[in-house]
Every structure is written in C-alpha cells, then in structure tokens.
C-alpha cells in the first residue's frame, strides 16, 4: 500500500546488529514503518552480545564509513569524541608496519575515529531506537520468506517466538542476519537456486583484552604490526577507545592463536614480527581477560550472480560478505551498503507505479557487488600469500603479490605515495587514484630499484616513525617515558 506521507508502508529488517540498525535508519525515511527483528534480548549499555563475538576486538572505522555514519546521524562522531572515543588523523596518528615496512607518518591524512563496536553499536541503535516509524522487536527468529502465489515477490516473513508462531507483513524485506543468514536455503526452497560462494580459508584466530592506557602517552593513537606474508603468520593491534583504555588484539593465521592466559598473550605478542605491542603492554594494567574469537574463512556469497531474485527482498553487511577482519573494513562496507539501499530506495520512490518492485532487488545485490569487490580482492590476495590459504589463486598472482608489496614498501619512504595510498584505501577515491601520473612513475622507480637493491636498504623495516614533530624512541622507553 502506498503512503502518501514518506512513499511506502512497513519494511522488515532481519536482524539488530550495525547491518540491520543502518539499514532500519536509510529505510525509515522512505516507509511508514519499519520493524527489526532481533532473535536475542538487546543490552541496555555498550556491552558485546552472544551473536556478536567479533565485538570484542579491535574495530576500524574508514573515513568513508564514517562520514557515511555521520550522515545518517549528525553529530555522532561529535558525541562520541565527547564522551572519550578519538577523532584522528590516520597519517599522524597512527603507527603501522604494514607487511613488514613502517609507514610514513606525516600531518593531512584521512581522518577516522577510535571507538570501541560495543559502544559505537550502543550509540547507533539508541539513536534508531528514537526515531518514531522504527520498532525493535527482541526475541523474533525469522523461519522463513512469505511471498505471493507466484513466488515472484517477497511479501513478508515467517516468524517464531516464545509467543508462538506467525507472519509478518513487508513491502521490503532486509537480510542483515549476519555470516548464519539461511537465505540460501530459503532462495533455493523458492525455485531461485543456490548463490555461489567464494571462500578463502585462513584458520584466523584473534584474542584481545583491554588495558590502561598510561597516562600522557601521545606517541601514537592506533599501532599496527602487520608482517610480511609468508614469513610472519602473526599481526597485532593497540588502539586508543573510550574510556582512557587501550584495546588490545592479537591475530594469527592457520591455527597459530594467542592464548588467553597472562604468560602466553604476553609471549605471542613478543613474537610478532616486531616487539613494540609486546614492550607497551607489558608493564601496562590490565583490566579484562583475554578472549579469544575465530574466523575460519573470509566468506561472499554471490547473490548478484543468481539468474534471478524475488522482488521485495534484498540482503546485506556479512549476510553477503565477511572479509577478514585483520584489515579492518567491515564496518565500513556495511556502512556503505546501507547508504547504497538507501539511494536504491529513493530512486525507486521516483517511478510513478511500483518501483520497489521492479527490478531493485537485482540491481541492488549487483550495485552492492561493485563496492564489495575492490575490498576483497586486496585482502584475499594479500591472504593468498600464505602457501597455507585455502582457496582458488587467480593468474597472476605472484605478479600481484610483487606490486603490491613495493607499493607497500614504497610508501614507508614517499610522504607524497602514503598519501595518494591512503586516500584509496579510505575510499576517498577509487583504485584509479593509483594510476596517477606522479604515483605511478613513483611506484616504477621503485619496482625497477627493487630488482638490483635488497629490500632492508629501500624501505624502512626496523624503525617505529615517531609522530609529526616528536623524536623516535624505542618502545620500552616510550612507555616508560609516559608512566
């Protein structure tokens, strides 16, 4: 039924978490209602939930994720800074040996935000919450798709709770169920078939903790020591997030996992490929346990590919995708993804007759596929490094491999080539900023350098840059130095 008031009647999101409570904001200005449907009880704080395990390790925000969270909620970013989470610099703040070279560091990078996913998610879904054609219904496990007697159309969703059985109704219906979505089978029990999946195995194991953050430290604001694959299997995180602590994770591929006892976390971190994390923490306090998540694959389910799709339904965040979260870009590919539902919906909102119905589904999965497919080729090819990743390598790939590590490499020495790095990977510009003249004459020097010079006399393997203005010191004295 038609609204003469924002376009369309009820909207159905399956599930509460950052996929499901974006998709609900991007949609409720378009329907009179929208109703999300979350199988567990929703916590009243910033805590992590049973269905979110992933929530407990350190999470990163892109600049184009957050200016896409920014815009669906003004002044968040504002309020969360307020209440302890960093607005920074990435290019100045941020300490990162990126496969085995340490950036550049350097004022004018893009900007991100430091804040924990618990309390991030808090905020976001208070704020859904608020808004009056938005309910939250707790406790509703979605068994199955309702569509018309041509099965051409989603029209609602079979639902199960304590209450007992039932239907709910929905001119659109948003998968954001996450990695254990049953949209598959319920496709193929439809006639639609069974989407392709891609796969990359990798066994990752990450185990993270909270500590104190000492006090006056400002050396840096987010460290990253990522190795050079295939040698270091090892990568590890400290990030500033509210509160005056520091978030701490440590990854290993294919089965090498931090444990979650005191010597053991200490003595994984003392054999990343650089001692840094290992000397800050330490000495620091710290104030949880260890806990340990695992991630057995990087998972896309390729519904763009389906010969078809019923109109009325269309999915989302890691429902479609889950990349690896070493690389830190899943927030931001669900943050876009929403955006892009959200436009999908309003040019829909301007075809006279049945616009949501005429071919959005498709073209979402398809325009969503775009935005997708940047981020999983750099990871997956940078995962297939490891002789020990299970999945299809493509042609090429030891070419690839090459480029890119003296890219990598060639951006711990140019300012000029961190940069134009930077602004492609927080997706200020698309991969065709590589292909600037002045970045691409860069990146052939230093190619053509890289095969008469060994590589500890081109890039910067060893030293932690300090920041802009500051002198480097070794990380023990850092420390110490801030105590």
């Known amino acids: 039924m038609q609204s003469s008031k924002r376009g369309f009647g009820q909207a159905v999101v399956i599930g509460g978490s950052m996929a499901g409570l974006l998709s609900a904001r991007v949609l409720s200005e378009h329907f009179d209602k929208v109703i999300i449907l979350e199988r567990e009880s929703l916590p009243d704080g910033p805590e992590a939930r049973k269905s ?43 300490a990162w040996l990126q496969s085995g070279s340490w950036k550049a560091r350097y004022e004018g990078g893009p900007q991100t935000i430091l804040v924990s996913r618990p309390f991030l998610e808090w905020k976001v879904r208070g704020r859904v919450m608020a808004l009056p054609n938005v309910e939250v219904r707790q406790g509703q496990a979605v068994e199955g798709l309702v569509t018309d007697a041509s099965r051409g ?8 709770s304590p209450e007992g059985e039932g239907v709910l109704e929905g001119e659109l219906v948003v998968d954001a169920s996450g990695r254990g979505s049953r949209a598959p089978h319920w496709l193929e029990t439809l006639g639609y078939g069974h989407p392709e999946e891609e796969e990359i195995g990798i066994d990752l194991g990450y185990t993270s ?22 040698g270091a299997r090892r990568s590890g995180f400290i990030s500033n997030v509210e509160g005056g602590r520091w978030m701490v994770s440590l990854n290993g591929y294919f089965g090498d996992h ?26 620091a306090r ?53 955006k892009l539902l959200g436009e999908a919906v309003a040019r829909a ?114 030293t932690l840059p300090p920041a802009p203005g500051k002198q480097a010191r070794a990380g023990t004295e850092q420390v110490e130095a801030a105590a």
């Open 52 to 94: 979110t395990p992933q929530a407990r390790h350190v999470h990163a925000l892109l600049e184009a994720g957050m200016k896409a969270l920014e815009g669906m909620f003004p002044g968040l970013m504002q309020e969360l800074v307020r209440e302890g989470a960093d607005l920074i610099d990435m290019a100045r703040d941020a």
């Open 258 to 283: 931090a444990p979650t006892d005191e010597a053991g976390f200490l003595e994984f971190a003392r054999g990343l490929p650089t001692p840094h994390i290992h000397d800050y923490i330490r000495n």
């Open 209 to 230: 903790r909270l500590y104190e953050r000492p006090a006056g430290f400002d050396d840096w604001k987010i460290l990253a020591v990522n190795g050079q694959a295939p």
């Open 349 to 462: 909102r301007t075809v006279p007759e049945g616009g949501l119905h005429q071919g959005l589904s498709r073209q979402y999965q398809k325009d969503l596929s775009k935005l997708i497919e940047v981020c999983w080729s750099l990871t997956t090819t940078l995962d297939l490094a490891h002789p020990q990743t299970q999945g299809k390598r493509p042609p090429g790939l030891k070419l690839a491999l090459w480029s890119i590590q003296n890219m990598v490499d060639l951006t711990s020495l140019n300012e000029k080539a961190c940069h134009t790095f930077y602004e492609v990977l927080h997706m200020r510009k698309g991969m065709e900023g590589l292909m600037q003249p002045d970045f691409a004459k860069a990146l052939l020097g230093y190619s053509l350098k890289s095969l008469f010079v060994p590589r500890a006399q081109r890039a910067n393997l060893t």
């Open 153 to 160: 159309r989603v029209t609602g969703v079979k639902l199960k």
């Open 286 to 338: 710290p104030l949880t346990e260890p806990v340990t998540h695992k991630v057995p694959s990087s998972r896309w389910m390729h519904y763009e590919k389906l010969a078809r799709l019923p109109e009325g339904f269309v999915l989302l965040g890691d429902t479609v995708c889950a990349l690896n979260p070493v690389f830190g870009q899943g927030m931001t590919v669900i943050s876009l993804g929403a």
